[in-house]
């Protein structure tokens, strides 16, 4: 939103201008760490041009934008400014307009008396469970800087450890699709124009260059209908993805795949062994840490896993015993480890290394899956392309000696 704006510096001198902010509060705000005297602030006129106008479609709060928010909150609790003032601060200062709005609210909330916890749990698609209950735990022990900095430091290690992932599926992901596009374009624009002089030649075409040619008529002839049902059936697998029964299904196929599902399991280890580590720290009971943890993992079957364990727990039964029952899932190696921070009394501390652990794992994982995909891809890739071009030049070239 711009507001215009008029003031006074320092020297006495009149200043004018406009500046962005989401309300007039924030706008005053910022004026004033200037160390100018606002005399008249108000909104300015609306855009006529389409252009003219800021959208904010594509505005969302990152976790990176919640990693610094975290850290500035704990320096600034450490400081022993107000939560109040501090929410207020934050909101002048962020550059995202959607968390800068969330920050005014929830700073609203605080004004009227409301817990830190309880304002943060008004905006669920910011600040998550776990988030909201580190900090509760926070407000109940008095160390919302430590806690601030846990949660500042947690959530880095998660998005690095997630970054590094999705890092090492981009370039394969690209090198298939290249691929597909490159056959595309063959077949449906270049053999077209070549099968017409083999056809025409009068000279025996083989069967692997008769298959090249069928399949390339085929995608002429049905390539837009084959596009549609490919979009259409794309809809509905995600769509059923979003099931209950197809998200079940979705995670047993990525923990089924040779080489990824590695990737996989030691992605959710580690961040099992880290989110219990960074909650029992805090505080937070062994069951309402399980709980949490199960909702963070992002996966289903490990979600189930550790709800029956929340179970087992409940009845009696220590972590180490509750996780023993999948050893698919949860190797022995990681329960004989819980077991012996359970019986030394640093569980924590055990977790953190198991966490540290697996997190090298992922590392080593990702580095063993690129190595073994980037020959393959290109190898597939020029094999491929190769098989056709000979498929369609060896007949070419018979055509040239025959005359």
């Not at 959208?55 to 850290?71: A, G, H, M, Y």
């Not at 959530?155 to 992932?165: A, G, I, N, Q």
């Amino acid at each position: 939103m711009l507001f215009n704006y008029e003031a006074v510096d320092q020297a006495g001198a009149k200043k004018q201008g406009s500046i962005d902010a989401m309300n007039v509060e924030i706008a005053i705000s910022s004026l004033q760490r200037r160390g100018l005297v606002v005399t008249n602030v108000k909104e300015a006129d609306a855009p006529s041009s389409f252009f003219g106008k800021r959208f904010t479609f594509f505005d969302r709060v990152s976790t990176k934008n919640i990693v610094i928010l975290s850290r500035q909150m704990s320096t600034l609790f450490e400081a022993q400014i107000s939560a109040l003032r501090i929410f207020r601060l934050l909101a002048a200062e962020t550059e995202n307009a959607v968390l800068a709005k969330k920050l005014m609210e929830i700073s609203d909330d605080l004004q009227a008396g409301s817990a830190i916890s309880a304002a943060l749990a008004k905006h669920p698609k910011v600040f998550s469970e776990f988030y909201i209950s580190m900090v509760k735990a926070g407000e109940e022990s008095g160390k919302l800087d430590e806690t601030f900095l846990y949660l500042a430091d947690y959530l880095d290690r998660t998005y690095e450890l997630s970054s590094k992932v999705k890092g090492a599926l981009i370039y394969p992901s690209f090198i298939i699709v290249t691929f597909v596009t490159v056959m595309m374009l063959m077949f449906t624009m270049v053999i077209p124009k070549i099968s017409g002089i083999l056809t025409d030649s009068g000279v025996p075409i083989p069967i692997y260059t008769r298959i090249v040619l069928g399949i390339s008529n085929f995608l002429v002839s049905y390539g837009f209908i084959l596009l549609a049902l490919l979009i259409v059936g794309g809809f509905f697998l995600i769509r059923f993805i979003r099931t209950p029964a197809g998200r079940s299904a979705y995670d047993r196929f990525k923990l089924s795949i040779p080489y990824v599902s590695t990737l996989f399991k030691k992605l959710y280890l580690a961040r099992f062994s880290d989110n219990m580590a960074t909650m029992l720290a805090s505080g937070i009971t062994m069951v309402r840490s399980l709980e949490l943890t199960s909702n963070v993992i992002d996966n289903s079957i490990y979600h189930d896993i550790l709800n029956r364990a929340v179970e087992s727990v409940k009845g009696g039964q220590t972590l180490s015993d509750s996780l023993s029952g999948d050893p698919q899932a949860i190797p022995g190696i990681m329960t004989q480890m819980i077991k012996v921070g359970e019986e030394s009394g640093e569980l924590g501390t055990i977790l953190k290394t198991v966490a540290r652990f697996y997190a090298r794992e992922v590392t080593v994982a990702i580095d063993s899956i690129v190595s073994l995909i980037e020959p393959a891809m290109i190898v597939l890739l020029g094999g491929g392309v190769g098989i056709l071009l000979a498929s369609v030049m060896i007949p070419i070239y018979s055509i040239a000696n025959a005359q």
